[in-house]
């Protein structure tokens, strides 16, 4: 069977993904950099938005 791709992720699941605290998440959150969806009180990051995250947070190291 073909497990199903998961399309948002709680903040505690972004936080074990980039091994962080997970209120580092909620501060990126707070700030606007990284985006979410609020369905009420519960706040979810889609994979599209993680993506995006993680695209404009990567840096080219020093030679």
């Given at each position: 069977?073909e497990?199903?791709?998961?399309?948002?992720y709680?903040?505690?699941?972004?936080?074990?993904?980039?091994?962080?605290?997970k209120?580092?998440?909620?501060?990126?959150?707070?700030?606007?950099?990284?985006?979410?969806?609020?369905?009420?009180?519960?706040?979810?990051?889609?994979?599209?938005?993680?993506?995006?995250?993680l695209?404009?947070?990567?840096?080219q190291?020093?030679?």
């Amino acid at each position: 069977m073909e497990q199903e791709t998961k399309e948002f992720y709680t903040p505690e699941e972004i936080a074990d993904r980039l091994q962080v605290n997970k209120m580092t998440v909620y501060r990126l959150m707070e700030r606007g950099e990284l985006q979410y969806h609020q369905i009420g009180k519960l706040k979810r990051i889609s994979s599209d938005d993680f993506q995006a995250f993680l695209d404009q947070s990567r840096r080219q190291g020093k030679n």
